[in-house]
Every structure is written in structure tokens, then in C-alpha cells.
């Protein structure tokens, strides 16, 4: 089956690539959405569909923006109730790319409206699962972002959906399957992740912690709560964002890039609070800045 993860180390993020005669999807794309689109010019192909897995909280996915440019629908798994016209499937619903099946599992916990797709080859066979936060390498998503945004919902209750989808959604599937997380080592999104960013779900099952067969769905709760830090401060924002909708980032772009010439910037710099950064790498920052800079690389 031809996917192509495509992952950014820095926001230790994992988007995927599929295509097949023709038609292309992406699943969880970040905001900058040309280097797909360029993806798939290589391929000859249309994005048909963009897949996502949830509402993300650590970054602004590209959803709009792909279906602008490239004229791709929007699907959200069940219970999902995004503030722009979008495709909310059914739990089993089947979605086609050329001659490849994409299936929609609901696997409400990490967010209610979690959704895990199976991937099915041109032959019928089933290859992997693109699970979102649901789970990882390693470990499971963190139950308490969506409660930042749903206020009855808690940490517990979100941690035992999640307890039940795995065990009666993912943990049945073929042990020969692919995980495609998408996150890795140093996000937020989980405690425990591992540097790898794809295993077979039968190692997974032996050794997550989270999958463990004779644990209690009370050892779950209290095995997933343990341990877990505050979200950063503004995931609530960008799961807001995801949910309501943004401006393009062109847009945005065109508002915010003014250059400036040096006696304005001097003027700029000098009369007003305005904060500075410099983005350069930090080698080339400390053979000279402007005073008063902040050296964000």
C-alpha cells in the first residue's frame, strides 16, 4: 500500500500520504499545506479527501486550507461539530482512494469525537491503522484536553471511553496491522511515547502498557491519570480553532509581513514596546543583534 508519513521533528507530528490511481488523502495536516499539494502534483493526483483524526489541541491543522486549494472534502469521525460544512462519518462508514478503503472506527477518549482509520489495499487486504492520539507507540492519548472545552466532561470519564475503545475496537484487529500514530517522543499529547513512530499492533500489544489484557478498566484510569503535567496554555485556543474554523494562512501572512526600512524600524524600536525576535539560528545571533532582541531560532 503506498503511505507516506510525513513527519516534523518539531512539533514531533505525523501526518500521512496516501494515494492511488489518481486520488490522493491527507490525514492530519499541518497549517502549511503547499508541501502536500506538491505531494501530490508529483503523483499526477487530487486530493480528494482530508482525514481527521480529532479536534487537535498543539497545532492549527490544515483542513481549510486543503479543502481551498485543493478542493478536498473534510471528514470527522462521529459526534464531531465543526462550525464549517464538513463530512461527519458514521461509525464503519468506508471511504474510497482510487482502488484502496479507508474505514471509519469511532474510538471515543482521547476526544469524543476521536476516530481511527483502517487502511484497506487495492487486494482487500488490511494494511494498518492511522489512529490520531488514540494511540501511540508506546502509549495512549491524554484524556483531559477536550474537558478544557466541554466542561462536563472529566479526565475519568474521557479516560474510560478510551479504556473501551481500545479494548473493543483496536485490540480485536490483526495483530499484523501498522500503528500510524500521530504523534511521537516530545509531544504533549501523551507521557510515554517512543521515539519510533510506527509499529505493528501486535508488538504494541505486548508492550504498551495501556494494552495490557488483564488490566481492570479502574488500573486503566488510574495507570493513564497518573503522572500527568498541565497542558500547555494554548491548547484550548487552537482546539477552538480547529472546532470554529481560521483565517487562511496566506491571509494571515499578507497581514502580518510589513517590511520595515532601517529608520522606521529604528523609530519603531525605540518608541514603542514593540517585542523583537530574531529567528535567526542561535551561532549567527551572537555575532551580533540588534539590542534588545530575543533569539527565538
Do not use: W
Not at 486520488?23 to 503547499?34: I, M, S
Not at 501486535?202 to 484510569?221: C, S, W
Not at 532601517?262 to 523583537?276: R, W
Amino acid at each position: 500500500m503506498k503511505i507516506e508519513q510525513i513527519y516534523t521533528g518539531c512539533l514531533a507530528h505525523a501526518a500521512y500520504y496516501i494515494e492511488n490511481n489518481g486520488e490522493a488523502a491527507v490525514f492530519d495536516p499541518l497549517r502549511e499545506v503547499q508541501p502536500y499539494i506538491d505531494r501530490a502534483k508529483e503523483d499526477n493526483a487530487k486530493i480528494k479527501y482530508v482525514f481527521e483524526t480529532h479536534f487537535h489541541a498543539d497545532f492549527v491543522s490544515g483542513h481549510l486550507d486543503l479543502r481551498k486549494k485543493a478542493g478536498a472534502e473534510i471528514v470527522f469521525g462521529p459526534s464531531a461539530k465543526p462550525g464549517y460544512n464538513a463530512t461527519i462519518a458514521e461509525d464503519g462508514q468506508v471511504f474510497k482512494i482510487g482502488e484502496y478503503k479507508i474505514k471509519a472506527i469511532h474510538t471515543p477518549g482521547h476526544t469524543m469525537e476521536s476516530t481511527t482509520y483502517l487502511l484497506i489495499d487495492d487486494k482487500g487486504t488490511e494494511h494498518g491503522i492511522i489512529t490520531g492520539d488514540t494511540l501511540f507507540i508506546g502509549d495512549v492519548g491524554r484524556p483531559d484536553l477536550a474537558q478544557h472545552v466541554v466542561s462536563e466532561l472529566t479526565e475519568e470519564k474521557l479516560a474510560s471511553h478510551l479504556y473501551d475503545s481500545l479494548r473493543n475496537k483496536i485490540m480485536p484487529l490483526s495483530d499484523d496491522l501498522i500503528v500510524y500514530p500521530n504523534h511521537g517522543a516530545g509531544s504533549a499529547c501523551g507521557k510515554m511515547m517512543s521515539k519510533e513512530t510506527t509499529d505493528t499492533l501486535g508488538h504494541q500489544k505486548k508492550v504498551n502498557y495501556a494494552l495490557r489484557e488483564d488490566m481492570t478498566k479502574e488500573e486503566f484510569i488510574d495507570a493513564l491519570l497518573t503522572g500527568l503535567t498541565a497542558p500547555p496554555g494554548y491548547f484550548p485556543q487552537n482546539v477552538l480553532m480547529n472546532i470554529k474554523g481560521y483565517d487562511s494562512l496566506d491571509e494571515v501572512m499578507d497581514r502580518a509581513i510589513k517590511p520595515l526600512l532601517p529608520d522606521a524600524f529604528e523609530v519603531i524600536a525605540t518608541e514603542t514596546d514593540a517585542l523583537m525576535l530574531d529567528t535567526r539560528n542561535a551561532e549567527d545571533f551572537t555575532k551580533g543583534f540588534i539590542p534588545n532582541s530575543i533569539n527565538i531560532g
